[in-house]
C-alpha cells in the first residue's frame, strides 16, 4: 500500500504533462489580421470565453475568420442580428447557425451547441449559477470550443470594447455615413495593460481595416538663443576695433611713406 501512492502520483503528473503537451498543441482560431495584436496568441484560444460589448459589427467580425476557415459558428439569444449582416461581414453561411430566441433555456441552449459548435455567441438572460459556469467552461476546455458573450461573464479569458467612434460621410448637416473609425480595446488575466488597435469597422468590405498609426515627423529644432552678452565685454572689443583700425591705418600711412 505504501508504494502505491507514490506510483499512482507518478501516473497523474504524467497524464497532466500529457494534457499540457495537447493543450499547447492547440491551434488558436484565427481572426482578421487588423485585430490579431489583441491576443496573445493572435487569435481566439480554445477553450476560452470572451465577453464583448453590445457591438454586433465586432462580434460578427471575430466570427468571420473562425467560419472562413472551415470552424462552424452559432449566435444565440441575438434575435435583431441577420444572415445578411453576417455575410456582409465575411461569415461563411455555409458555417453558421442562429438561434433567434432561446428564450429562459439560453445556457442549455448553448451547452449542447457547444458540443458540436467551435464558436458560440451568446447574449445571457440573467445570470447563470457559479455551478452552470463552471460545467460550460469545462465543456469549453474539453472540446476546445470559444464562448463569446455580449455582456458579463465569470473568469473570463480577455474583455474587448469599442472606444472613440468616429464615423464620416456626413457633409453639412446631410449625406450619408460611410466609414467608422474606432480603437478596439482588449484586457484581461493574461494582458492586464490593455492592447488596442485602430480601425474601420466595418471596412469598405465588411472586414475591418487597419488603420496605420500617423508617422511621427521630428518637430524641427527651435533656433539657438543667442547668449546673453556683457556690457563690458562689449566695450572691449569696440576698443578692441578702435585699436586695431588706428593700428592698420599707421600700417598704410608706414607702407605709403616707404612708397
Same mark, same amino acid.
Do not use: N
Given at each position: 500500500?505504501?508504494?502505491? +501512492?507514490?506510483?499512482?502520483?507518478?501516473?497523474?503528473?504524467?497524464?497532466?504533462?500529457?494534457?499540457?503537451?495537447?493543450?499547447?498543441?492547440?491551434?488558436? +482560431?484565427?481572426?482578421?489580421? &487588423?485585430?490579431?495584436?489583441?491576443?496573445?496568441?493572435?487569435?481566439?484560444?480554445?477553450?476560452?470565453?470572451?465577453?464583448?460589448?453590445?457591438?454586433?459589427?465586432?462580434?460578427?467580425?471575430?466570427? &468571420?475568420?473562425?467560419?472562413?476557415?472551415?470552424?462552424?459558428?452559432?449566435?444565440?439569444?441575438?434575435?435583431?442580428?441577420?444572415?445578411?449582416?453576417?455575410?456582409?461581414?465575411?461569415?461563411?453561411?455555409?458555417?453558421?447557425?442562429?438561434?433567434?430566441?432561446?428564450?429562459?433555456?439560453?445556457?442549455?441552449?448553448?451547452?449542447?451547441?457547444?458540443?458540436?459548435?467551435?464558436?458560440?455567441?451568446?447574449?445571457?438572460?440573467?445570470?447563470?449559477?457559479?455551478?452552470?459556469?463552471?460545467? /460550460?467552461?469545462?465543456?469549453?476546455?474539453?472540446?476546445?470550443?470559444?464562448?463569446?458573450?455580449?455582456?458579463?461573464?465569470?473568469? &473570463?479569458?480577455?474583455?474587448?470594447?469599442?472606444?472613440?467612434?468616429?464615423?464620416?460621410?456626413?457633409?453639412?448637416?446631410?449625406?450619408?455615413?460611410?466609414?467608422?473609425?474606432?480603437?478596439?480595446?482588449?484586457?484581461?488575466?493574461?494582458?492586464?495593460?490593455?492592447?488596442?488597435?485602430?480601425?474601420? /469597422?466595418?471596412?469598405?468590405?465588411?472586414?475591418?481595416?487597419?488603420?496605420?498609426?500617423?508617422?511621427?515627423?521630428?518637430?524641427?529644432?527651435?533656433?539657438?538663443?543667442?547668449?546673453?552678452?556683457?556690457?563690458?565685454?562689449?566695450?572691449?572689443?569696440?576698443?578692441?576695433?578702435?585699436?586695431?583700425?588706428?593700428?592698420?591705418?599707421?600700417?598704410?600711412?608706414?607702407? &605709403?611713406?616707404?612708397?
Amino acid at each position: 500500500m505504501g508504494m502505491a +501512492l507514490p506510483v499512482e502520483v507518478l501516473r497523474l503528473q504524467t497524464e497532466i504533462s500529457r494534457m499540457q503537451r495537447a493543450s499547447a498543441r492547440v491551434k488558436a +482560431l484565427p481572426v482578421h489580421d &487588423a485585430l490579431a495584436p489583441l491576443f496573445p496568441e493572435g487569435g481566439l484560444r480554445p477553450g476560452a470565453v470572451y465577453t464583448l460589448d453590445s457591438s454586433a459589427s465586432l462580434l460578427l467580425a471575430l466570427l &468571420a475568420e473562425p467560419s472562413r476557415a472551415g470552424s462552424w459558428c452559432a449566435v444565440v439569444g441575438m434575435p435583431e442580428l441577420s444572415a445578411e449582416a453576417a455575410e456582409a461581414a465575411g461569415v461563411d453561411l455555409s458555417r453558421f447557425a442562429l438561434v433567434p430566441d432561446p428564450g429562459d433555456r439560453w445556457l442549455a441552449a448553448v451547452s449542447a451547441i457547444a458540443e458540436v459548435f467551435p464558436v458560440v455567441a451568446v447574449r445571457p438572460v440573467g445570470s447563470p449559477r457559479d455551478a452552470e459556469v463552471a460545467r /460550460l467552461t469545462a465543456r469549453l476546455r474539453d472540446r476546445g470550443g470559444v464562448l463569446l458573450v455580449a455582456g458579463g461573464w465569470p473568469q &473570463a479569458e480577455a474583455t474587448l470594447h469599442l472606444e472613440d467612434p468616429v464615423w464620416t460621410g456626413l457633409g453639412e448637416g446631410h449625406g450619408l455615413l460611410s466609414a467608422r473609425m474606432v480603437t478596439v480595446a482588449s484586457s484581461g488575466r493574461r494582458s492586464p495593460v490593455p492592447k488596442r488597435v485602430r480601425v474601420q /469597422l466595418p471596412g469598405p468590405l465588411g472586414a475591418p481595416v487597419a488603420i496605420p498609426r500617423p508617422t511621427l515627423v521630428p518637430a524641427p529644432a527651435p533656433a539657438a538663443r543667442p547668449e546673453p552678452v556683457d556690457p563690458e565685454t562689449v566695450e572691449r572689443a569696440a576698443r578692441a576695433r578702435e585699436v586695431l583700425a588706428r593700428a592698420e591705418q599707421k600700417t598704410r600711412r608706414g607702407l &605709403a611713406a616707404v612708397g
